[in-house]
């Protein structure tokens, strides 16, 4: 006959603490292999990082295969802070806002960084707009859906450890 094993800090295996609720199905909590220092510096290194890609593809949109100047490396530099700056600000309102208004926010911005690009390189303004929309809705629909799964669960998984079910009789 196979016996359950206990786990720490229990003789009977119950699972004690505030990790209960919050850890899954399974009752396994991924472990986080990065500490706080390394989560903030990548919070704010990534919107760089990537608005530097940004900045470099717009700035070779906008040179249209010609010699690099000192002027196409200004605007490549302005695109990367306003790109930079526009991705922290996004990032705080949005932390403020319902699911809906963070997605539509996320949404906006993507679609609003791929028209700037894609206007750049001298397409019909009609299509330039119609491919932004494109995206912005895409991308507000994906992250609302990702929100509101994530969320809808979390919310069942901390009302399940405030108010856990009994089975079986004490």
């Not at 706080?36 to 700035?59: E, Q």
């Not at 001298?122 to 707009?129: D, E, H, I, S, Y």
Request: proline content about 5%; aromatic content about 12%; overall charge positive.
């Amino acid at each position: 006959m196979a016996h359950a094993v206990p786990t720490r800090g229990t003789s009977t295996g119950a699972r004690t603490g505030p990790g209960t609720g919050a850890s899954g199905a399974s009752g396994h909590t991924p472990p986080d292999v990065f500490g706080a220092r390394t989560h903030l510096l990548a919070k704010w290194a990534m919107p760089l990082a990537i608005g530097l890609v940004y900045g470099y593809w717009a700035a070779s949109i906008r040179r249209h295969g010609g010699p690099i100047t000192g002027w196409n490396l200004l605007f490549g530099f302005m695109t990367v802070l306003a790109f930079a700056i526009l991705w922290y600000v996004v990032r705080a309102v949005a932390d403020r806002l319902p699911r809906e208004g963070h997605a539509v926010l996320w949404g906006a911005f993507a679609g609003s960084a791929l028209g700037f690009l894609y206007s750049g390189s001298g397409v019909a303004m009609f299509t330039c707009v119609l491919v932004s929309l494109l995206l912005a809705a895409a991308v507000a629909a994906g992250l609302y859906y990702h929100y509101a799964t994530h969320q809808d669960a979390e919310e069942a998984r901390t009302a399940r450890t405030r108010n856990p079910v009994r089975t079986g009789t004490t």
